[in-house]
């Protein structure tokens, strides 16, 4: 496949990636509201993954290196995946999905399906989301730069995250801690008592 010929899946495939994490970010959902924390951690990843989607068009349209066909590939499949999580994880949570940090007074500690296998299924497919992009677009120092701006961002409010799902459930969630893995599936899982 020739690098003009390749163009003209690149550019409609970034508009649709683009169109459907709108979708996805902004979708209304009957969720139930809670207490929001660092509510700025939102709009600034939002800004960051603006900046993955605007670097890796510059850099396939600047760069003009050839086209690794394979490196492309791969992250579609990336993408495809990280949807699919996504999409799961979502479903799973129900009303208890949000955008933020938050938590409900009345809020459930979820453990099933997916959140058996990972505690953070939508950080995992964010993480994947954001590498398959610059894959997509063989833009490597967008690639760099997601690696080294972006994930600090999201793992630092994932910590976040842990710390709220500590304070609101306690020992349950330590030993949800214990059971499950934050994001790589069945790394370091003890067996349940």
Known sequence: MTRSSFTTL????MVLISVQRLVVSFRQRATLKGSVRHPWTFPVLMVLFTGILVGTVAEYFLAQRPVNLWVAGSGLVVFVGSVVVRSVAIRTLGRYWSLH???RSEHQLVTSGIYGVVRHPIYLSVIL???SIPLIGNAYYTLLGTVGLYWP???WRLRMEEQAMVEKFGDQYVAYQRQVPALV???GCRTKP
């Open 10 to 13: 690149f550019v409609p495939l």
């Open 101 to 103: 940090v938050e938590i």
């Open 129 to 131: 989301e954001s590498l």
């Open 153 to 155: 961002v999201l793992l």
């Open 185 to 187: 599936p069945f790394a």
